[in-house]
């Protein structure tokens, strides 16, 4: 087979309704190999296109209505008057709904005579499953289709979509179906056409919100871009949300657009961690549906294990041809998302959830504490290793397969233990013990615990090079300290692990010229030899990396290296339109006077979109 190409996303236009979501060319027709309507972990159409006598529209404008809206703006000149000024002009508004796509398309002329042309709209059907889309070898299912005149129906095994239509009529002509919509339009005149789109796919394992969340800050007295992106990500969050049909009222945050549109237990946990500002309601229903799905039983071929939360949650198998990834449908391959839970239930209770909310959940924490310190028992340390070798080979945040390498570019083996995992494991067990004492429980072993893995990693951990002392990113199998300086760092401040005074040194490095691109925290240092300004974990800036390392520097009280690191955010989100991608580029800002795209980012990103409140909150002194 030839390779495929993972297809680019940093040009196109999305709107959401999660789990639907439309990709488009900023014209509004879907022929990239990213465009096309998708719902759930399936691409219904693959095409969309519209001709007015045969010729395309010529595209003027988009303009984004918020998440789940966006307008397009063409002129007709093939049909217009001869004039220099175009006269006639095709409005287009795209509505993604959950399960739904609506479109209006409003021809307003000024033309001195009657305008009477045919508009044909064309939808090309698809039902590839979305990780073919994404390997870039999606190909087409076989269908068939019902067609009667205003409405038509097409198929593919069980999954089905249903096209309808206020004026004009439906065909079947050349593996598409067409609509043929004949128009008149007279002097300051208008013609409105609304078509739409209803797909059905009855094995999808999570569905819509059952309501819109209605979040919203108060941006009072803060910078206008803060302001802007605050707003965008609230309203990218609400389109993220997702429950599970068994309780519909339990939502959590889907981990983005357009590949992760599920469950992921580090994504979902952090978003809902950062959004506790805003709402402890979705920290609290993220808490539960990940403990139902908690460990049970000891499983190497999904990574399962007693207390363990998970990483993921599909319909079907996740299966990457030629690179040796085959992941179960509920996949627990994750070294943080256990400690990251406990965080989470930690800080959800002292931002006020209901106690007899967190009171159901402290068997989970129990089971969770007890994952952890088994985890942790053989050589002191929270680590991971692919047990069946058809799983994920690093099993941090940073999740590539090159993401842990040495100074000198060498790639770390495994069993790893990343730093940053000890830090959150440290902070689980301090905060889980004042949760346990409130709750009538014995904290004092887990405040033990953490004493004893504090003393454990500053013995460890620490290394020397060109660049200062810092904590390496993770001891390898050896229990060597791998030696390149990271953004995983930033991720200790604020969680005890270490003191304050290699605090504030931590944060002089993330602060300093290697590391902070302008517009963010670099993932890796630009003195390393690996570093890549276009490498996933290897240079890039990820807006969420670099929010909780400003959290953490604001918790340490170095609010002058926070307030830098927000700026930069700050930068890049204006770069981006106010909608932060999952990454862009680590270029600096004195190379590139804009933040530069990674082509193959998802956005929205939950993650990326709770940045901005984080820095909103770091912005008013929280």
Same mark, same amino acid.
């Given at each position: 087979m030839t390779p495929g190409r993972q297809p680019f996303l940093h040009d196109a236009v999305i709107a959401l309704h999660a789990p639907t979501q439309a990709w488009s060319r900023p014209d509004g027709a879907m022929t990239a190999p990213i465009?096309?309507?998708?719902? %759930?972990?399936?691409?219904?159409? *693959? +095409?969309?296109?519209?001709e007015v006598e045969g010729e395309a529209p010529e595209a003027i404008a988009t303009?984004?209505?918020?998440?789940?809206?966006? %307008?397009?703006?063409?002129?007709? *000149? +093939?049909?217009?008057?001869?004039?220099?000024?175009?006269?006639l002009r095709l409005g287009r508004e795209r509505t993604v709904g959950d399960g739904t796509l609506a479109e209006a398309l409003t021809v307003a002329s000024v033309v001195d005579r009657e305008v009477a042309a045919v508009l044909r709209l064309v939808v090309e059907p698809d039902f590839a499953p979305l990780q073919e889309v994404k390997s870039g070898h999606g190909r087409a299912a076989a269908w068939t289709a019902d067609v009667d005149g205003a409405s038509a129906v097409v198929a593919s095994g069980d999954a089905s979509f249903a096209l309808s239509t206020d004026a004009g009529t439906w065909s079947i002509e050349d593996g598409s179906l067409v609509l043929e919509w004949p128009f008149t339009v007279g002097p300051d005149g208008t013609a409105v056409l609304h078509w739409g789109m209803r797909v059905s796919d009855p094995g999808l394992v999570v569905q819509a919100a059952a309501h819109r969340a209605g979040w919203a800050v108060d941006t009072t007295g803060v910078d206008g871009r803060l302001a802007r992106w605050a707003a965008t990500a609230l309203d990218d969050l609400d389109a993220l949300r997702l429950a599970f049909p068994d309780?519909?009222?339990?939502?959590?945050?889907?981990?983005?657009a357009p590949w992760f549109f599920t469950l992921f237990g580090r994504d979902s946990l952090w978003a809902a961690r950062m959004m506790l500002p805003v709402d402890v309601g979705i920290a609290a229903s993220t808490l539960r549906v990940l403990a139902r799905l908690q460990g049970k039983a000891d499983n190497a071929e999904t990574e399962e294990e007693p207390g363990k939360i998970a990483h993921e949650l599909r319909a079907a198998p996740l299966r990457v041809s030629g690179g040796g990834l085959d992941l179960p449908p509920l996949y627990y391959g994750t070294v943080d998302a256990t400690a990251l839970w406990v965080c989470l239930l930690v800080d959800a209770w002292r931002a006020g959830m209901p106690r007899e909310e967190v009171a159901e959940l402290v068997p989970n924490l129990r089971a969770a504490l007890q994952w952890i310190a088994a985890a942790a028992a053989k050589d002191g340390f929270l680590s991971y290793f692919d047990r069946n070798g058809k799983g994920l080979s690093n099993q941090g945040w940073k999740d590539s397969g090159d993401s842990i390498q040495w100074r000198d570019g060498r790639l770390a083996k495994g069993p790893i233990a990343l730093c940053e995992a000890q830090g959150y494991a440290h902070e689980a067990a301090a905060g889980a013990a004042d949760l346990l004492d409130a709750f009538g429980g014995d904290g004092d072993q887990w405040r033990g615990w953490a004493a004893r893995?504090?003393?454990?990693?500053?013995?460890?951990?620490?290394?020397e090079t060109p660049e200062g002392r810092y904590p390496a990113i993770a001891l390898d199998r050896d229990g060597q300290a791998v030696d390149t300086l990271t953004s995983n760092i930033g991720h200790l401040l604020g969680t005890g692990i270490v003191d304050a005074a290699d605090e504030a040194a931590i944060a002089r490095l993330l602060a300093g010229e290697s590391m902070s691109s302008g517009y963010g925290?670099?993932?890796m240092s630009s003195g390393a030899a690996g570093f890549w300004p276009l490498s996933y974990h290897g240079g890039a800036v990820w807006a969420h990396d670099s929010a909780i390392i400003a959290h953490g520097m604001a918790r340490a009280g170095l609010r002058e290296e926070a307030a830098v690191v927000v700026e930069g955010l700050l930068h890049a989100a204006e770069g981006f339109g106010f909608r932060m991608p999952e990454l862009h580029a680590?270029?600096?800002?004195?190379e590139r006077?804009?933040?530069?795209?990674?082509?193959?980012?998802?956005?929205?990103?939950?993650?990326?979109?709770t940045a901005a409140i984080t820095c909103l909150q770091i912005a008013r002194g929280a």
């Open positions: 465009d096309g309507l998708f719902h %759930g972990d399936r691409r219904f159409a *693959r +095409g969309l296109r519209i303009s984004g209505r918020g998440a789940r809206t966006v %307008g397009f703006d063409a002129v007709l *000149r +093939g049909v217009d008057d001869p004039s220099p000024d175009p006269h309780h519909p009222g339990d939502d959590f945050l889907a981990a983005g893995l504090r003393e454990r990693f500053n013995e460890r951990f620490w290394v925290v670099r993932t680590g270029f600096s800002r004195a006077d804009r933040p530069v795209p990674y082509p193959a980012a998802c956005r929205p990103q939950a993650w990326s979109a």
